[in-house]
């Protein structure tokens, strides 16, 4: 079976860039789609949408603004909000951020709830994203929410979990190998114990990072298809400042995001050709 990798560009980073700017850059490395979060004005939304699509590329609709709102109420209004403004756009499917490590058991499981009827409704899948302070911040954190769902679709951004529980996961195989078969699409940022970006990914102390990263994207996609899944996707996620390191008192980066997110394009393209 023929299976396709398609890698696509996070707009995270590029705000400052026009629309037609942006796509420009995103044809020019090669990337086969955009991953961002849509505009919540519905013409301004259609223009992205068009342009994206004028361009050849395909479109993963994202939301993470539910971030911003701690109180519940105000986060579970706003996440209605904002997946249903993402659906309209009729993406491959949305990622989102999903409640709060500090929210109940309960309330999570309300806002997955919605999360499952607005995809029902709009026949858009959805997938959570893994991901710090979220209800999927840490791995057991995660797993009464996935024993008791199922059916519930991931977005791997593992860096997080390297994060919050301050190793590579050497100790925690089997969790892994329980969310792994739920992971949908990849989110390839290379994180360690310290920190969830690495100021680059190519350095050499930061090789044993890297090849635990490439070992789970490598297991997900195999997972994926002896599933039958013929297309995978994949967004190199390397984020600005302060994702990118700062030096002190300049507060100049030391390594640029978007080069890094085209070098894990290329190398992503040669790995998984």
């Not at 971030?67 to 996440?79: I, S």
């Not at 490590?101 to 995809?119: K, P």
């Not at 002896?226 to 980066?253: M, R």
Request: charged fraction near 15%; include cysteine.
């Amino acid at each position: 079976m023929t299976q396709h990798v398609f890698i696509f560009a996070p707009h995270w980073g590029s705000a400052h860039l026009s629309r037609d700017a942006f796509i420009h850059q995103v044809k020019e490395a090669g990337f086969d789609g955009i991953e961002m979060s849509l505009p919540m004005v519905a013409v301004e939304r259609d223009a992205w949408c068009r342009a994206i699509e004028d361009a050849g590329l395909l479109l993963i609709a994202q939301q993470w603004e539910t971030a911003l709102h701690a109180d519940f109420d105000a986060h579970k209004q706003a996440l209605a909000a904002y997946l249903f403004n993402a659906c309209a756009a009729q993406p491959l499917f949305v990622n989102t951020h999903t409640g709060k490590d500090f929210y109940s058991f309960a309330q999570n499981s309300e806002l997955l709830d919605l999360t499952e009827s607005i995809s029902l409704e709009t026949g858009v899948p959805i997938v959570h994203e893994i991901h710090r302070s979220r209800f999927s911040g840490h791995p057991m954190l995660l797993l009464p929410y996935l024993q008791q769902r199922p059916s519930l679709a991931f977005n791997a951004d593992l860096s997080h979990w390297c994060c919050a529980c301050e190793s590579l996961l050497e100790d925690q195989q089997q969790t892994l190998a329980q969310v792994f078969p739920h992971v949908q699409h990849i989110h390839a940022r290379v994180g360690n114990s310290q920190g969830p970006q690495v100021n680059d990914f190519r350095a050499p102390e930061h090789a044993n990072a890297l090849q635990q990263h490439l070992a789970w994207w490598d297991a997900i996609i195999e997972l994926r298809r002896h599933a039958g899944v013929q297309q995978i996707t994949i967004t190199p996620e390397f984020g600005p400042a302060p994702y990118t390191q700062t030096l002190p008192y300049t507060n100049q980066v030391v390594s640029d995001a978007w080069e890094l997110n085209v070098a894990m394009l290329r190398l992503l393209r040669e790995r998984y050709a």
